[in-house]
């Protein structure tokens, strides 16, 4: 009982319950009083016009005429449920339905309401009294309770819509209850589920879209974001692991050997030469991943600037222009766009950039072209695309070319670790945007696609 | 030149003093925020090295903002081992004037403090720039060697302008990527070197007449002799 109390379905019907009483009760009261005073009103109005008529009656024909006309009235009924009595001087009953001048009705002439002894039954009546000339009283009256069935009806039909509301509310609150408590359950297993360990597991989730389906929704986005930074995460321990090993290998060797064979001096400091390069190496892989670190927290979204991607492009080849001129490469910006401002970070879009052309160069042969274009492909997004005329890449390197530490086959022999690419991604990724490749016929088509351009 | 290191690793702390000597400077020694600040505000440095994280309660970059606040322009090279574009954007923010993050290579360091050093001694306009036969008129925006004109490009003009400022010192790649392009990442190639042999190409016709050194494990140095 208490859990029912604390639930907030429940809690939430009985409001609904109690509000809907409280419209109720606001709307009857004052129909109920209106209602009142319209009746009473009117009645006022038909029994002073009759007792007007009458008193035309009496100026017409005297004392005697009314009586008769009255008499004649009560004989043939027309007065139906209405009270009719005159009375003379002496309060002796001269016509009418009335017996005798009942006792509580004031002296003054005017408009009453009071009970009245009818057929043994006291009712309470509403009376208009005159007074004619020569002591004779005129009371025409009319019984008010005529109209209390009706009354009564309506409180009955009040007190009915009540108790259907508050029936509806429970059954709801209760049905409301059970379904919403058993979906929350079945939330809050999966979520124990995860928090145990399986990530892979999801909340279930329908194909409406009320607020709780749209909450799931939202929340199995957000868990595969952790389910893919989870693995990411993983993924690069195993690379630092492997990746990181070889060149640390390396140099335990070759500080080993140096000690173990003790070299003339111009041998030794070749070696420790060789051995801060190991170093070098090692630490340059260090801060590759520690920046995809940054980017991948999303910590840097704080610092965005607008950035002239144009200009960013055109300086990038500019850079390197004269390390692809040694390499007989013909490396040429071409500016498709027009004006293409984004807000981002600088520093990180200028390194991506850098970083495809770098990737372009290093596998063109010489001879070939690298051609760096910014593109609008609608008004409202940015395209930096980077093709070369190198070896290209398979539908499975593409595929894998963002990993960590991947590198193709074409790469054997050359400089790098693999985690240019990662950048690249990771920065698109921050700008909202993403990494594609394609292939060139021959060679290689890497496009950064980036939203929100301006 | 003097130079003051605030720096809590012993190992550190010599590898850095015995280059220091060897290369000629003196260099006094802090290993906490107290004492370091006492040296700075009461001896007259050409330079302070300062470690961003020092044990007891002064941490390097609140030393540098309390030294600025007092009125202390002493150029402030920032040494930590944190490594983020933020943490260094804070150390700049706080009155450093250069930041090099751990681990560093000596070469670099030493050349940053070349500069940072050379920086307070120079007076803020020339209009031209002279090393040797070599001329350079920022105004004009000419360069010659000699009696002979040399036509550069825009940014091999501001690459030779950094190396003529810097005439006599050793300027290192990343001192490079970061002046003249602004390039706060390492490009991972040796591009640098390949603008500066183009450099080299236009500025020294004959190469029995260098200017333009390379230093080994360090960088690069343009002088006369």
Same mark, same amino acid.
């Given at each position: 009982?208490?859990?029912?109390? !604390?639930?907030?379905?429940?809690?939430?019907?009985?409001?609904?319950?109690?509000?809907?009483?409280?419209?109720?009760?606001?709307?009857?009261?004052?129909?109920?009083? %209106?209602?009142?005073?319209?009746?009473?009103?009117?009645?006022?109005?038909?029994?002073?016009?009759?007792?007007?008529?009458?008193?035309?009656?009496?100026? /017409?024909?005297?004392?005697?005429?009314?009586?008769?006309?009255?008499?004649?009235?009560?004989?043939?009924?027309?007065?139906?449920?209405?009270?009719?009595?005159?009375?003379?001087?002496?309060?002796?009953?001269?016509?009418?339905?009335?017996?005798?001048?009942?006792?509580?009705?004031?002296?003054?002439?005017?408009?009453?309401?009071?009970?009245?002894?009818?057929?043994?039954?006291?009712?309470?009546?509403?009376?208009?009294?005159?007074?004619?000339?020569?002591?004779?009283?005129?009371?025409?009256? /009319?019984?008010?309770?005529?109209?209390?069935?009706?009354?009564?009806?309506?409180?009955?039909?009040?007190?009915?819509?009540?108790?259907?509301?508050?029936? %509806?509310?429970?059954?709801?609150?209760?049905?409301? !209850? !059970?379904?919403?408590?058993?979906?929350?359950?079945?939330?809050?297993?999966?979520?124990?589920?995860?928090?145990? #360990?399986?990530?892979?597991? /999801?909340?279930?989730?329908?194909?409406?879209?009320?607020?709780?389906?749209?909450?799931?929704?939202?929340?199995?986005?957000?868990?595969?974001?952790?389910?893919?930074?989870?693995?990411?995460?993983?993924?690069?321990?195993?690379?630092?692991?492997?990746?990181?090993?070889?060149?640390?290998?390396?140099?335990?060797?070759?500080?080993?050997?140096?000690?173990?064979?003790?070299?003339?001096?111009?041998?030794?400091?070749?070696?420790?030469?060789?051995?801060?390069?190991?170093?070098?190496?090692?630490?340059?892989? +260090?801060?590759?991943?520690?920046?995809?670190?940054?980017?991948?927290?999303?910590?840097?979204?704080?610092?965005?600037?607008?950035?002239?991607?144009?200009?960013?492009?055109?300086?990038?080849?500019?850079?390197?222009?004269?390390?692809?001129?040694?390499?007989?490469?013909?490396?040429?910006?071409?500016?498709?766009?027009?004006?293409?401002?984004?807000?981002?970070?600088?520093?990180?879009?200028?390194?991506?950039?850098?970083?495809?052309?770098?990737?372009?160069?290093?596998?063109?042969?010489?001879?070939?072209?690298?051609?760096?274009?910014?593109?609008?492909?609608?008004?409202?997004?940015? #395209?930096?695309?980077?093709?070369?005329?190198?070896?290209?890449?398979?539908?499975?390197? !593409?595929?894998?070319?963002?990993?960590? +530490?991947?590198?193709?086959?074409?790469?054997?022999?050359?400089?790098?670790?693999?985690?240019?690419?990662?950048?690249?991604?990771?920065?698109?990724?921050?700008?909202?945007?993403?990494?594609?490749?394609?292939?060139?016929?021959?060679?290689?088509?890497?496009?950064?696609?980036?939203? #929100?351009?301006? | 030149?003097?130079?003051?290191?605030?720096?809590?690793?012993?190992?550190?702390?010599?590898?850095?003093?015995?280059?220091?000597?060897?290369?000629?400077?003196?260099?006094?020694?802090?290993?906490?925020?107290?004492?370091?600040?006492?040296?700075?505000?009461?001896?007259?440095?050409?330079?302070?090295?300062?470690?961003?994280?020092?044990?007891?309660?002064?941490?390097?970059?609140?030393?540098?903002?309390?030294?600025?606040?007092?009125?202390?322009?002493?150029?402030?090279?920032?040494?930590?081992?944190?490594?983020?574009?933020?943490?260094?954007?804070?150390?700049?923010?706080?009155?450093?004037?250069?930041?090099?993050?751990?681990?560093?290579?000596?070469?670099?360091?030493?050349?940053?403090?070349? $500069?940072?050093?050379?920086?307070?001694?120079?007076?803020?306009?020339?209009? $031209?720039?002279?090393?040797?036969?070599?001329?350079?008129?920022?105004?004009?925006?000419?360069?010659?060697?000699?009696?002979?004109?040399?036509?550069?490009?825009?940014?091999?003009?501001?690459?030779?302008?950094?190396?003529?400022?810097? $005439?006599?010192?050793?300027?290192?790649?990343?001192?490079?990527?970061?002046?003249?392009?602004?390039?706060?990442?390492?490009?991972?190639?040796?591009?640098?070197?390949?603008?500066?042999?183009?450099?080299?190409?236009?500025?020294?016709?004959?190469?029995?007449?260098?200017?333009?050194?390379?230093?080994?494990? $360090?960088?690069?140095?343009?002088?006369?002799?």
């Amino acid at each position: 009982m208490a859990l029912f109390i !604390r639930s907030s379905a429940t809690t939430l019907a009985a409001s609904y319950v109690l509000l809907g009483i409280l419209a109720l009760i606001l709307f009857a009261l004052p129909l109920s009083y %209106a209602w009142r005073a319209a009746v009473d009103d009117s009645r006022l109005q038909i029994l002073t016009e009759d007792s007007q008529r009458l008193a035309e009656v009496f100026n /017409r024909r005297g004392a005697t005429g009314l009586e008769s006309f009255i008499n004649e009235r009560v004989g043939l009924q027309i007065a139906g449920e209405r009270i009719l009595l005159l009375t003379d001087s002496s309060d002796r009953a001269l016509a009418g339905n009335l017996p005798a001048w009942p006792a509580n009705v004031p002296e003054e002439p005017g408009s009453y309401t009071a009970p009245i002894d009818l057929d043994g039954h006291l009712t309470l009546v509403q009376l208009v009294r005159t007074h004619f000339p020569g002591g004779y009283n005129l009371l025409v009256g /009319r019984d008010v309770g005529k109209l209390s069935p009706v009354t009564t009806r309506f409180w009955y039909g009040l007190a009915g819509a009540v108790a259907v509301l508050l029936v %509806a509310g429970v059954v709801g609150g209760i049905l409301i !209850r !059970r379904a919403l408590l058993s979906r929350i359950h079945s939330i809050r297993q999966t979520v124990s589920a995860i928090m145990h #360990g399986e990530l892979s597991h /999801r909340l279930p989730t329908g194909s409406s879209s009320d607020e709780l389906n749209t909450l799931s929704l939202t929340i199995n986005r957000m868990l595969e974001q952790i389910e893919q930074l989870v693995h990411g995460i993983a993924n690069v321990s195993n690379a630092i692991a492997h990746d990181l090993r070889t060149p640390l290998t390396e140099l335990r060797s070759r500080l080993e050997e140096l000690s173990l064979t003790r070299p003339p001096p111009s041998e030794a400091f070749a070696e420790v030469d060789a051995a801060v390069a190991d170093v070098d190496q090692v630490i340059s892989i +260090f801060n590759a991943l520690l920046r995809l670190a940054e980017i991948d927290t999303g910590m840097r979204r704080s610092g965005f600037v607008d950035v002239d991607l144009v200009e960013l492009c055109a300086r990038a080849v500019e850079f390197y222009v004269p390390a692809a001129e040694i390499r007989d490469i013909d490396l040429t910006f071409k500016d498709e766009s027009g004006a293409l401002h984004l807000s981002g970070d600088q520093l990180l879009l200028a390194q991506a950039v850098n970083n495809l052309i770098d990737n372009a160069l290093k596998y063109t042969p010489p001879g070939g072209t690298v051609t760096v274009s910014t593109v609008r492909p609608s008004p409202d997004s940015a #395209g930096v695309v980077v093709a070369d005329t190198g070896p290209g890449m398979t539908a499975v390197q !593409r595929e894998r070319a963002t990993e960590r +530490f991947f590198r193709g086959d074409a790469s054997r022999g050359t400089p790098g670790v693999g985690l240019g690419l990662s950048l690249v991604d990771a920065v698109a990724r921050l700008q909202g945007g993403s990494l594609e490749f394609s292939d060139h016929q021959p060679g290689l088509q890497a496009t950064i696609n980036f939203p #929100g351009a301006k | 030149m003097k130079v003051l290191l605030v720096e809590d690793n012993e190992r550190v702390t010599r590898f850095v003093t015995k280059g220091l000597q060897e290369a000629g400077h003196t260099a006094d020694h802090s290993d906490n925020g107290r004492d370091g600040l006492f040296l700075a505000a009461s001896e007259r440095y050409d330079v302070i090295i300062m470690d961003r994280m020092l044990p007891g309660n002064i941490d390097g970059l609140s030393l540098i903002s309390a030294l600025r606040q007092s009125g202390n322009q002493t150029p402030i090279l920032v040494l930590s081992a944190l490594a983020d574009v933020d943490e260094r954007i804070k150390g700049l923010r706080a009155g450093g004037d250069d930041y090099l993050t751990k681990p560093f290579a000596f070469g670099e360091l030493l050349a940053r403090l070349d $500069a940072l050093g050379r920086r307070t001694r120079q007076d803020g306009t020339v209009t $031209a720039l002279e090393v040797a036969d070599l001329r350079m008129d920022l105004l004009s925006r000419k360069v010659a060697r000699g009696a002979r004109q040399i036509l550069l490009q825009p940014r091999e003009f501001k690459l030779l302008e950094y190396l003529m400022r810097h $005439a006599g010192q050793v300027v290192t790649r990343t001192m490079l990527l970061e002046n003249v392009w602004d390039y706060h990442f390492d490009p991972q190639t040796n591009v640098v070197d390949v603008h500066i042999s183009k450099l080299r190409q236009k500025i020294e016709p004959e190469p029995e007449h260098s200017l333009l050194r390379t230093v080994r494990n $360090a960088g690069y140095m343009l002088s006369a002799e």
